[in-house]
């Protein structure tokens, strides 16, 4: 029986813009937008956010080096990030839903400690939330088991009754080797379908 319904929030519970932030907020071509997101969200550094082991300079340090004729739009991307997310109201009214039911809600995300305050400041999904875990908080992030078990043991969670949604199959994987039921999200659409189904 499913009591515990857990989130991963990157588009699960928000969608991204960050080619169109590129270029309608930043002025950038598209191919440039690509190329410098794709250097970004491509290179360990990024990975290295989502882990909270070096600060936000000390990564843009490291892209400086690999990239240094893209500096300053990368330090801009990172400085006004909050522009990159796309709220998505629908599932978060179905979240609510979900809690006024009985079931328990928490997140579990890879995060850099600075976009996810820039993408979830003001979110109300929030406010139905008990709890949850942030890669940068324990510098270890999804797949690996041991951020599963930081959420479970964190809250005191039976794992056969977690229910887990994350848009990455390998995260997907790793819940499920962590005892959880869990399921990939592949749209906004396909994720309210199933979250009606809990109802």
């Known amino acids: 029986m ?5 989130f991963d929030v990157g588009n699960v519970l928000l969608s991204y813009r960050w080619k169109e932030m590129l270029m309608k907020d930043h002025g950038m071509s598209e191919e440039d937008a690509e ?3 794709n250097e970004m969200f491509d290179s360990p550094y990024w990975a290295i956010l989502d882990l909270g082991t070096e600060t936000d300079e000390q990564v843009l340090s490291g892209y400086a080096k690999i990239y240094p004729e893209d500096e300053k739009d990368m330090r801009w991307f990172i400085e ?20 006024e039911k009985g079931y ?48 479970i043991d964190k809250y005191d969670l039976v794992p056969e009754e977690c229910l887990f949604f994350d848009d990455l199959k390998a995260n ?13 999200v592949t749209s906004e659409d396909a994720l309210a379908d199933m979250l009606k189904e809990l109802l």
Do not use: C
């Not at 499913?2 to 857990?6: F, Q, R, S």
């Open 2 to 6: 499913i009591k515990n319904i857990i």
């Open 35 to 37: 190329r410098v997101g």
């Open 80 to 99: 006004n990030a909050e522009l990159m997310k796309i709220d998505r109201p629908k599932i978060w009214e179905l979240v609510h839903k979900l809690k």
């Open 104 to 151: 328990h809600i928490y997140y579990l995300s890879n995060y850099s400690k600075t976009l996810f305050n820039k993408h979830t400041g003001g979110a109300s999904f929030f406010n139905d939330m008990e709890g949850g875990v942030v890669s940068y908080e324990v510098n270890m992030a999804k797949p690996d088991i041991r951020i599963y078990k930081k959420l």
């Open 172 to 184: 997907v994987e790793g819940a499920i080797k962590a005892g959880m039921q869990s399921k990939v």
